[in-house]
C-alpha cells in the first residue's frame, strides 16, 4: 500500500512493546515511505503498549505536527494501490471500476509535456477519472491521455471530470449493478450507512420467537458497539420508504421473512432452512448460519445485509463481530478458529459484477 503516501506528509507513532499489533508493522512501513522518498516520521513510545491513545502525549505529538503540515492539491505525479472502491481516490484521480475483484489496482499518473498531457500506468483498473479543478494539466477542450494501449483525446465532461475507460465497466444498466463506491463489500460497509433492521415474522410461533432473539441480541451487541440504538421494524411494518432511504439488514430466510421472500430469486445465493447453495453447490446442516451483502433488488443504490440461521459472532467481542467477513459467508456455528471466530465452511468476495466466482470463493478454513 505503500504508493498511497505519494503526495501526503506521514506522522506515525507506535508504542514500543505493543502485543496486538507488532512494532515491527510501523517499522517496515515506514522505511518503506522513506523509500519513496515520501516525507515520513516516527515517534515510538519506550516500553509503551498498544493503548497509547489513553495518554495526552500521543494527541499533542500529532497535533503539533500536523497544523503545520499543508498539502498541496495539485500534484504533477499521483499513485495509487487499492483493493476497495470505497478506497479510491488520491488527489484529481479517482478510480471507478475494476477489472476483477479480489486483487490489487494500481494507478500511477504524472502530469508531463509542460502540463499538456496525462501519461498513465495502470493495472487491473477499467474506468478511472480526473477531477480538471485540481489537475494541473493545462486547461483545454481536449486532453491526451498516454495509456499503454495508445494515446486517447478525450473531453471532460459537463462536471469538470475527464472519464478514461481502459476496459469495460460491470453493470451498465443491468442486474446486477456493478461494484460502486459505497456498493461494493464487504459486510462491514452496510453500516457506512444508514440501515434498518427487519425482523422475519413469517414463519410460525417457534421461528419467529428464534428470530426476535437474534434480532434483540444483534441489538445489544451494535448498542455495546456504537453506543447507538438501531432501527428496527418487523417485515410486515418496513414501508417503502424505509427501502429508499436505508441498507436493509434482514434476519430469517425467505420462508420467515417476507421483505427476503420478494429478494430471493435475485440473490446469488439460494437460503433454505440451514440449507444454502451457491455456484451450483449445497451446504446444508442445524449447525450452519449464513452472513451476505448484496444490492438491494428492490433498491439497487441500497445494500442488503442477511443474516440466516445461527447468528454469527457469538465468542467475538462487540467490537469485532463483524471484522474480516468477506461479501459472504457460510459457516459453522459449533467450531471455532483464530480469534474465536466461527469456521468456514464456504466464503468469498463477488466479483466486479456482484456475482459468485469459483477463483474468489474458497471452502473450509484451519482447524
Same mark, same amino acid.
Given at each position: 500500500?505503500?504508493?498511497?503516501?505519494?503526495?501526503?506528509?506521514?506522522?506515525?507513532?507506535?508504542?514500543?512493546?505493543?502485543?496486538?499489533?507488532?512494532?515491527?508493522?510501523?517499522?517496515?512501513?515506514?522505511?518503506?515511505?522513506?523509500?519513496?522518498?515520501?516525507?515520513?516520521?516516527?515517534?515510538?513510545?519506550?516500553?509503551?503498549?498498544?493503548?497509547?491513545?489513553?495518554?495526552?502525549?500521543?494527541?499533542?505529538?500529532?497535533?503539533?505536527?500536523?497544523?503545520?503540515?499543508?498539502?498541496?492539491?495539485?500534484?504533477?505525479?499521483?499513485?495509487?494501490?487499492?483493493?476497495?472502491?470505497?478506497?479510491?481516490?488520491?488527489?484529481?484521480?479517482?478510480?471507478?471500476?475494476?477489472?476483477?475483484?479480489?486483487?490489487?489496482?494500481?494507478?500511477?499518473?504524472?502530469?508531463?509535456?509542460?502540463?499538456?498531457?496525462?501519461?498513465?500506468?495502470?493495472?487491473?483498473?477499467?474506468?478511472?477519472?480526473?477531477?480538471?479543478?485540481?489537475?494541473?494539466?493545462?486547461?483545454?477542450?481536449?486532453?491526451?491521455?498516454?495509456?499503454?494501449? *495508445? %494515446?486517447?483525446?478525450?473531453?471532460? =465532461? /459537463?462536471?469538470?471530470? &475527464? @472519464?478514461?475507460?481502459?476496459?469495460?465497466?460491470?453493470? #451498465?444498466?443491468?442486474?446486477?449493478?456493478?461494484?460502486?463506491?459505497?456498493?461494493? *463489500? %464487504?459486510?462491514?460497509?452496510?453500516? =457506512? /450507512?444508514?440501515?434498518? &433492521? @427487519?425482523?422475519?415474522?413469517?414463519?410460525?410461533?417457534? #421461528?419467529?420467537?428464534?428470530?426476535?432473539?437474534?434480532?434483540?441480541?444483534?441489538?445489544?451487541?451494535?448498542?455495546?458497539?456504537?453506543?447507538?440504538?438501531?432501527?428496527?421494524?418487523?417485515?410486515?411494518?418496513?414501508?417503502?420508504?424505509?427501502?429508499?432511504?436505508?441498507?436493509?439488514?434482514?434476519?430469517?430466510?425467505?420462508?420467515?421473512?417476507?421483505?427476503?421472500?420478494?429478494?430471493?430469486?435475485?440473490?446469488?445465493?439460494?437460503?433454505?432452512?440451514?440449507?444454502?447453495?451457491?455456484?451450483?453447490?449445497?451446504?446444508?446442516?442445524?449447525?450452519?448460519?449464513?452472513?451476505?451483502?448484496?444490492?438491494?433488488?428492490?433498491?439497487?443504490?441500497?445494500?442488503?445485509?442477511?443474516?440466516?440461521?445461527?447468528?454469527?459472532?457469538?465468542?467475538?467481542?462487540?467490537?469485532?463481530?463483524?471484522?474480516?467477513?468477506?461479501?459472504?459467508?457460510?459457516?459453522?456455528?459449533?467450531?471455532?478458529?483464530?480469534?474465536?471466530?466461527?469456521?468456514?465452511?464456504?466464503?468469498?468476495?463477488?466479483?466486479?459484477?456482484?456475482?459468485?466466482?469459483?477463483?474468489?470463493?474458497?471452502?473450509?478454513?484451519?482447524?
Amino acid at each position: 500500500m505503500v504508493p498511497n503516501a505519494r503526495g501526503q506528509s506521514i506522522f506515525v507513532q507506535h508504542g514500543e512493546n505493543d502485543t496486538l499489533i507488532p512494532v515491527i508493522e510501523s517499522r517496515s512501513m515506514v522505511h518503506a515511505i522513506q523509500a519513496l522518498g515520501e516525507p515520513v516520521e516516527y515517534y515510538e513510545f519506550p516500553e509503551a503498549s498498544h493503548f497509547i491513545y489513553w495518554d495526552t502525549e500521543c494527541y499533542e505529538n500529532a497535533w503539533s505536527r500536523q497544523k503545520l503540515v499543508t498539502l498541496s492539491p495539485s500534484p504533477e505525479h499521483v499513485s495509487m494501490r487499492i483493493f476497495s472502491l470505497n478506497y479510491a481516490t488520491s488527489f484529481w484521480v479517482t478510480v471507478r471500476s475494476l477489472r476483477k475483484w479480489g486483487q490489487p489496482a494500481s494507478i500511477e499518473a504524472r502530469v508531463v509535456d509542460g502540463g499538456t498531457r496525462l501519461d498513465v500506468r495502470a493495472e487491473n483498473v477499467a474506468v478511472f477519472e480526473v477531477d480538471m479543478r485540481t489537475c494541473p494539466l493545462t486547461k483545454a477542450d481536449q486532453y491526451e491521455v498516454g495509456t499503454a494501449g *495508445g %494515446p486517447l483525446t478525450l473531453p471532460a =465532461n /459537463a462536471n469538470g471530470k &475527464l @472519464v478514461v475507460e481502459l476496459g469495460p465497466a460491470c453493470g #451498465q444498466g443491468t442486474w446486477p449493478p456493478g461494484k460502486s463506491r459505497g456498493l461494493c *463489500g %464487504p459486510v462491514e460497509d452496510v453500516f =457506512n /450507512a444508514p440501515f434498518i &433492521l @427487519v425482523q422475519g415474522t413469517s414463519g410460525d410461533l417457534a #421461528q419467529s420467537q428464534e428470530i426476535a432473539r437474534q434480532t434483540g441480541t444483534w441489538m445489544e451487541e451494535w448498542e455495546a458497539f456504537a453506543d447507538g440504538e438501531a432501527r428496527v421494524c418487523t417485515d410486515a411494518e418496513l414501508t417503502d420508504e424505509d427501502i429508499e432511504r436505508f441498507n436493509l439488514v434482514l434476519f430469517g430466510t425467505p420462508e420467515t421473512n417476507s421483505v427476503m421472500r420478494r429478494l430471493a430469486a435475485q440473490l446469488p445465493v439460494t437460503i433454505g432452512d440451514h440449507r444454502y447453495t451457491v455456484l451450483d453447490k449445497t451446504y446444508e446442516g442445524d449447525q450452519l448460519g449464513l452472513v451476505m451483502c448484496y444490492p438491494n433488488p428492490l433498491n439497487p443504490s441500497r445494500y442488503v445485509l442477511i443474516y440466516s440461521g445461527p447468528l454469527h459472532g457469538r465468542k467475538l467481542s462487540s467490537n469485532h463481530k463483524h471484522d474480516m467477513i468477506p461479501d459472504f459467508l457460510i459457516f459453522d456455528s459449533t467450531r471455532f478458529t483464530t480469534g474465536d471466530t466461527e469456521a468456514a465452511v464456504c466464503g468469498g468476495w463477488f466479483d466486479v459484477d456482484w456475482m459468485p466466482k469459483p477463483e474468489l470463493t474458497w471452502e473450509g478454513d484451519e482447524g
